[in-house]
């Protein structure tokens, strides 16, 4: 079945150090891949996606880019700020195998110190 | 409402006892998806509606654990005789189930507590 697999956290880091958030996936067929973001007492919210092998995803600063030949999807930005703390979820869906819901990993907390 | 309204915010209830989680997804949006996200753990599909297509029950972890839509709107949770292991933030998500554009608008959760 599909799997989704993030680095643990919580990440912390000094306001504009490079972030990155690694991810990995499972899957059948070929997901589409997307990050989402939960801020501190909101929902859920899309950040970026990606429907096809090699494209990139980008959205405030960050991007991924779709690697099928390693299954990644890894997130990243070049200079974050306090701003950017939240819980980061990597996600898939595979609508060509009759599963339209998505497929979550665990999450990982992001804490940016000015 | 502009979002997905998710009724209530918390609910504490005793071990045994059933529970209702409302959710109200955003006008025009035909599919409507339950998540459950448990402390330290991802968020674990339960169920997901699409229409008047039968819905996809494969995440419901026991059959103590039901969800209906009424009218391609509204959804209810339903968790009957309760465990201490139900406890978890029950998130509900609604999207208009584009193939082109899946993104999914999130509600702000019901945080069960089973005592």
């Known amino acids: 079945g599909n799997s989704v697999t993030q680095m643990e956290g919580p990440v912390t880091l000094s306001e504009e150090a490079f972030l990155t958030i690694n991810c990995t996936y499972t899957?059948?067929?070929?997901?589409?891949l997307f990050w989402y973001v939960q801020y501190p007492g909101e929902g859920l919210q899309l950040l970026l996606k990606?429907?096809?092998?090699?494209d990139k995803g980008s959205n405030k600063g960050f991007e991924a880019t779709y690697r099928k030949e390693t299954t990644s999807f890894h997130l990243e930005k070049g200079s974050v700020q306090v701003s950017d703390s939240a819980v980061y979820f990597c996600?898939?869906?595979?609508?060509?195998?009759?599963?339209?819901?998505?497929?979550f990993g665990s999450g990982t907390r992001l804490q940016v110190q000015p | 409402g502009a979002g997905v309204s998710q009724s209530p915010s918390n609910k504490v209830t005793e071990k045994g006892k059933d529970v209702e989680l409302r959710c109200d997804p955003i006008?025009?949006?035909?599919?409507l998806y339950w998540y459950r996200q448990s402390l330290g753990q991802g968020l674990e599909f339960l169920i997901y509606?699409?229409?008047?297509?039968?819905?996809?029950k494969s995440g419901l972890p026991s059959d103590r654990f039901s969800a209906e839509r009424t009218g391609g709107s509204v959804s209810t949770l339903t968790i009957q005789r309760t465990q201490q292991e139900d406890s978890a933030v029950y998130l509900c998500?609604?999207?208009?189930?584009?193939?082109?554009?899946?993104?999914?608008?999130f509600g702000s959760g019901t945080q069960l507590s089973v005592l």
């Open positions: 998500a609604s999207s208009l189930d584009d193939l082109s554009d899946e993104k999914l608008f």
């Open positions: 899957a059948t067929g070929y997901p589409s």
């Open positions: 990606a429907t096809k092998a090699d």
């Open positions: 996600a898939l869906s595979s609508p060509d195998t009759g599963r339209r819901a998505l497929t």
């Open positions: 006008s025009g949006h035909t599919a």
């Open positions: 509606f699409q229409g008047n297509s039968a819905p996809d």
